[in-house]
């Protein structure tokens, strides 16, 4: 049972031109949400990340934005450079139990096209 | 310096073998975990420890054990190995329990095929 999806396995987005990746959530539990990236042959890497609390987070050319009535949320990216291509994974967690497993969504690829 | 390294990188064996993998963190991280990414890429947790202890154990067969010699070192056994344990076997420790949902560093993953 997937509790973190990612519907879009590609995207493709024209250099400086925004990006933006979806990502829908089942559990409503969750009260933490991080976005992920990963270049090939790589491990993921921690990009930005926003908690229930909020509904907004800004970090330089990357914005999450959290939608919990639609158990939504969406990873901005202004304006978008070709070394931002890479896979994209959304990833949510029970924070406030204090449990750290977090439940990964199955990745969008990003490619921005210079 | 890497902060958390994987070996091998990449691991071909017949199945009914018994290999491991080996993972180590420089971090000074108190929980370390196992994720497996298979192959529709649905990254999914298996084993967490911290201090030492197993915190979670999702519905992983028992043939996957993980080890925990010190703080810094989880490795994965696998025995009687199946071709649908082909997948990435991914490492990655955080700060501390309770802290992990802010962020883990992953190591580089392990390519496991069975063939």
């Known amino acids: 049972d997937q509790q973190v999806k990612q519907n879009s396995p590609s995207l493709s987005v024209q250099e400086g031109r925004i990006s933006i990746l979806n990502c829908d959530y089942t559990?409503?539990?969750?009260?933490?949400f991080l976005w992920y990236k990963k270049y090939p042959a790589e491990g993921p890497t921690f990009l930005i990340s926003?908690?229930?609390?909020?509904d907004k987070n800004e970090d330089g050319r990357f914005t999450v934005f959290l939608n919990k009535s639609a158990k939504h949320l969406s990873l901005h990216i202004v304006p978008s450079q070709p070394g931002d291509s890479a896979v994209y994974f959304c990833a949510a967690s029970v924070a406030q139990t204090g449990a750290n497993n977090l439940f990964f969504g199955t990745g969008t690829r990003l490619t921005v096209i210079p | 310096d890497t902060a958390v390294s994987q070996t091998p990188k990449y691991l071909v064996t017949q199945m009914g073998n018994d290999k491991s993998i080996k993972c180590e963190q420089n971090l000074g991280h108190d929980t370390m975990y196992w994720y497996k990414q298979d192959s529709k890429k649905f990254l999914k947790i298996m084993f967490s420890?911290?201090?030492?202890?197993l915190i979670i154990n999702e519905t992983v067969p028992n043939r996957f054990s993980p080890k925990s010699p010190d703080k810094a070192h989880l490795n994965l056994h696998i025995n009687s190995l199946e071709l649908g344990d082909s997948a990435v076997y991914f490492c990655?420790?955080?700060?501390?329990w309770g802290k992990g949902a802010y962020g883990y560093t992953f190591g580089s993953g392990t390519r496991l095929t069975v063939v």
């Open positions: 990655a420790s955080s700060q501390e």
């Open positions: 420890y911290n201090n030492k202890e």
């Open positions: 926003i908690s229930s609390i909020k």
């Open positions: 559990n409503s539990m969750f009260d933490y």
